[in-house]
């Protein structure tokens, strides 16, 4: 059931991410590196907002990890982890 | 046509006013150094090639007088940018602080005239290695621009004889005249935040006497005198920098981390720089209830950035700290974080930039005093600069080994001071860059001692 909740979560974090991240045309996929697309820390502020809007939730103090943002798919995992 | 931005607009208001007031105007330095020295002959032609592609770097600021917007006039002939050799008395290779005379002589230098907006510098140590200076206008190059050129150029004369196709935002942008609700309503929100800004009176450092009182020689009589000063400018840009080795990065990084949380280097560094600014300001006396300190951001299109090396391409987030935020660092990192995401909420960036086009109707000779207006007459403590990723990464450089990468900003006066940080090859730089008289030599050293001393601790 988690599994299932943190994949539906990696879709819709795709769907936040790509305008922030993603350059025109590329295709994000769970196991997109955030790194390697760049991540800063106003963009992870922009994700964080982003993820507000969506789920509710506010990470800017949660304590998330680095590993936490290696990709989406961690990412996800993190924020399904919290939606209670 | 390429229309400027209202940033674009906003920085040549800067540049204008900057060189009113004695100095070389809104331009900045990448140094780069190199474990040897390049070949001077390949190293001229190979400049004078390569800028040969780039037709912007011939132009000046326009105004099209049918719709009132600013433009980028471009003229015929190859853009030539200069190349300056000079011998170093001693070596250039080690501490970069020791080189602050050298690179403040080269940072200092004028453009020859309004349409040279690039030049270099190569310093040569008596220790087989080399400074290679970039100078760049901010009229045409932000940081990151300066950086993809200095990349692109790097790999033309390393082999790659394609030079990029800065594609056509470099030709072309759309005047901005349209969507006048829109800009109004972001309006809206700047004023909210600025107001908010203003309600504690901030500290800045007292303006120099030079800076307020032109003399009659640099009064703009003529365009063309307001761009070529003679002799040397009377405003010096001073600048420190200080490089962290692998090991003190990675322990900045670590606690940065652990302090401010993951990626947030950013919120970790500027809490530093603001508690190590409040004791140079307390030493000083200065009257005011906190600070209030604008950081740039980038905001260029993910993933595309040779479509964006030309112009300029970033907004700003502003941070206050009162004095009771101050002594206990980790809550003044909550703060600054805190503040970060409610102006990214409210997508400040985005709307100033959309503000700044408002200004572009506003001729340069006004805009200033329309800026300094629309603070209420504050202006900021000091500028903050982190680039965590630089546009620059290559190690090597016509076959010279890069031992080095760092930006030096020049500063607008007001406020005169500012604290940059950047990340080349796993080596945290900082930079303080001030105006010659706002500070001792003594109290910038400090400053920077204090600065190191809070990172990583």
Same mark, same amino acid.
């Given at each position: 059931m988690a599994?299932?909740?943190?994949?539906?979560?990696?879709?819709?974090?795709?769907?936040?991410?790509?305008?922030?991240?993603?350059?025109?045309?590329?295709?994000?996929?769970?196991?997109?590196?955030?790194?390697?697309?760049?991540?800063?820390?106003?963009?992870?502020v922009e994700i964080f907002v982003m993820i507000e809007k969506k789920f509710g939730l506010k990470l800017l103090d949660s304590g998330i990890r680095k590993e936490d943002l290696e990709t989406i798919k961690s990412l996800a995992a993190y924020v399904s982890s919290k939606i209670k | 046509m390429r229309y400027l931005s209202g940033l674009d607009w906003v920085i040549a208001s800067l540049d204008r006013a900057m060189k009113n007031r004695g100095s070389a105007g809104h331009s900045s330095q990448i140094v780069m150094v190199l474990d040897s020295i390049p070949d001077e002959a390949a190293l001229r032609a190979g400049l004078a090639e390569f800028a040969g592609n780039f037709p912007v770097l011939r132009g000046r600021v326009a105004r099209n007088w049918?719709?009132?917007?600013?433009?980028?006039?471009?003229t015929a002939?190859?853009?030539?940018?200069?190349?300056?050799?000079?011998?170093?008395?001693?070596?250039?290779?080690?501490?970069?602080?020791?080189?602050?005379?050298?690179?403040?002589?080269?940072?200092n230098a004028r453009f020859e005239n309004d349409w040279e907006h690039l030049a270099?510098?190569?310093?040569?140590?008596?220790?087989?290695?080399?400074?290679?200076?970039?100078?760049?206008?901010?009229?045409?190059?932000?940081?990151?621009?300066?950086?993809?050129?200095?990349?692109?150029?790097?790999?033309?004369l390393g082999g790659n004889r394609m030079p990029p196709d800065p594609g056509p935002r470099a030709t072309e942008a759309p005047s901005g005249l349209t969507g006048w609700v829109k800009k109004f309503a972001a309006g809206k929100t700047v004023n909210r935040r600025m107001i908010a800004l203003s309600g504690t009176p901030s500290r800045r450092l007292p303006e120099l006497r030079a800076l307020a009182e032109p003399t009659q020689a640099l009064r703009p009589q003529r365009r063309a005198q307001r761009n070529v000063a003679p002799g040397r400018p009377r405003v010096m840009a001073r600048f420190l920098p200080v490089t962290f080795?692998?090991? %003190? %990065?990675?322990?900045?990084?670590?606690?940065?981390?652990?302090?401010?949380?993951?990626?947030?280097e950013m919120p970790y560094l500027l809490a530093a720089v603001i508690q190590s600014v409040h004791g140079l300001f307390a030493g000083k006396n200065i009257p005011g209830g906190g600070y209030v300190v604008p950081v740039t951001v980038d905001t260029r299109s993910p993933g595309d950035p040779v479509a964006e090396v030309f112009f300029n391409y970033a907004s700003?987030? $502003?941070?206050?700290?009162?004095?009771?935020?101050?002594?206990?660092?980790?809550?003044?990192?909550?703060?600054?974080?805190?503040?970060?995401?409610?102006?990214?909420?409210?997508?400040?960036?985005?709307?100033?930039?959309?503000?700044?086009?408002?200004?572009?109707?506003?001729?340069?000779?006004?805009?200033?005093?329309?800026?300094?207006?629309?603070?209420?007459?504050? %202006?900021?403590?000091?500028?903050?600069?982190?680039?965590?990723?630089?546009?620059?990464?290559?190690?090597?450089?016509?076959?010279?080994?890069?031992?080095?990468?760092?930006?030096?900003?020049?500063?607008?006066?007001?406020?005169?001071?500012?604290?940059? $940080?950047d990340v080349f090859d796993g080596r945290m730089n900082a930079v303080l860059s001030w105006h010659d008289g706002v500070m001792d030599n003594g109290e910038a050293r400090a400053l920077v001692r204090d600065i190191a001393a809070r990172l990583g601790s």
């Amino acid at each position: 059931m988690a599994e299932r909740g943190a994949e539906d979560v990696a879709t819709e974090l795709i769907k936040g991410i790509s305008p922030i991240l993603a350059k025109a045309g590329t295709r994000l996929t769970p196991d997109s590196s955030l790194a390697d697309l760049g991540l800063d820390s106003f963009m992870l502020v922009e994700i964080f907002v982003m993820i507000e809007k969506k789920f509710g939730l506010k990470l800017l103090d949660s304590g998330i990890r680095k590993e936490d943002l290696e990709t989406i798919k961690s990412l996800a995992a993190y924020v399904s982890s919290k939606i209670k | 046509m390429r229309y400027l931005s209202g940033l674009d607009w906003v920085i040549a208001s800067l540049d204008r006013a900057m060189k009113n007031r004695g100095s070389a105007g809104h331009s900045s330095q990448i140094v780069m150094v190199l474990d040897s020295i390049p070949d001077e002959a390949a190293l001229r032609a190979g400049l004078a090639e390569f800028a040969g592609n780039f037709p912007v770097l011939r132009g000046r600021v326009a105004r099209n007088w049918l719709n009132l917007a600013p433009y980028w006039e471009t003229t015929a002939g190859r853009a030539s940018p200069t190349l300056r050799v000079h011998g170093a008395d001693g070596p250039v290779g080690g501490d970069q602080s020791a080189l602050g005379d050298e690179l403040e002589e080269i940072a200092n230098a004028r453009f020859e005239n309004d349409w040279e907006h690039l030049a270099f510098d190569l310093v040569r140590g008596n220790d087989g290695k080399a400074l290679f200076i970039m100078r760049f206008d901010h009229r045409l190059f932000d940081a990151r621009g300066a950086g993809l050129y200095l990349e692109y150029l790097g790999r033309f004369l390393g082999g790659n004889r394609m030079p990029p196709d800065p594609g056509p935002r470099a030709t072309e942008a759309p005047s901005g005249l349209t969507g006048w609700v829109k800009k109004f309503a972001a309006g809206k929100t700047v004023n909210r935040r600025m107001i908010a800004l203003s309600g504690t009176p901030s500290r800045r450092l007292p303006e120099l006497r030079a800076l307020a009182e032109p003399t009659q020689a640099l009064r703009p009589q003529r365009r063309a005198q307001r761009n070529v000063a003679p002799g040397r400018p009377r405003v010096m840009a001073r600048f420190l920098p200080v490089t962290f080795d692998r090991a %003190t %990065t990675a322990r900045i990084l670590d606690d940065a981390h652990a302090r401010a949380g993951a990626l947030m280097e950013m919120p970790y560094l500027l809490a530093a720089v603001i508690q190590s600014v409040h004791g140079l300001f307390a030493g000083k006396n200065i009257p005011g209830g906190g600070y209030v300190v604008p950081v740039t951001v980038d905001t260029r299109s993910p993933g595309d950035p040779v479509a964006e090396v030309f112009f300029n391409y970033a907004s700003f987030l $502003f941070f206050q700290a009162k004095d009771g935020d101050i002594p206990d660092r980790d809550a003044l990192i909550r703060t600054i974080k805190g503040q970060m995401y409610d102006q990214v909420k409210e997508e400040l960036p985005a709307k100033l930039a959309e503000v700044n086009y408002l200004m572009r109707i506003v001729p340069l000779s006004a805009l200033g005093w329309l800026m300094n207006r629309f603070m209420g007459g504050r %202006t900021w403590s000091f500028t903050f600069g982190y680039r965590g990723k630089p546009s620059y990464t290559s190690l090597q450089f016509m076959g010279a080994p890069v031992s080095g990468v760092f930006h030096l900003p020049r500063v607008p006066a007001p406020p005169g001071l500012g604290v940059f $940080f950047d990340v080349f090859d796993g080596r945290m730089n900082a930079v303080l860059s001030w105006h010659d008289g706002v500070m001792d030599n003594g109290e910038a050293r400090a400053l920077v001692r204090d600065i190191a001393a809070r990172l990583g601790s």
